[in-house]
């Protein structure tokens, strides 16, 4: 049976549409091995989705200076039906930034410590300006993640 990965992305506009898309599809492509991936709105998770998964990626926008409202309340609703139940799962993040994304990196950074899920890479920051080059860097991670989690890696 392949592994899972959940990809949860806030999509408010057409841009982080397209980055969700991307992980999607970097998810899922021939080159990162036999994973299933599901994409869901922050909106859309609750506790049960991570007991079926076996890694998540979290894509969120900075608002603000932290991470978007969706995120927040997600973490909110599931966060203490997740404590101690999923150790040393798999996570990967980007952040669409519109300044420098460094609060959004550590509420997360923090709370992801506090679950004990273990990151896989540095946070992608996407900052500034839209760049197309931004599509290619989410799907690199989630290509990435998926293929160390079908390795076995993560």
Known sequence: MPK???IIAHAPSVN????ADAALAGATHPDAGQ????LKSPFDVAA???RACD???IGT???IGYMAGATKDMFD???DDWLDRHEAMPVGIYIRAGRDGTATR???ESIIGALRWRLVAAPLILHGDWQDAYRDQVSELAMGMAAGMDAGIF
Do not use: F, K, M, P
């Open 4 to 6: 899972s990965l959940l």
């Open 16 to 19: 982080t549409s397209a980055l």
């Open 35 to 38: 994973i299933a991936a599901v």
């Open 48 to 50: 049960d989705d991570l």
């Open 55 to 57: 890694g998540v990626i």
């Open 61 to 63: 926008t900075e608002n």
């Open 77 to 79: 609703r599931c966060y």
């Open 106 to 108: 550590r509420a997360l």
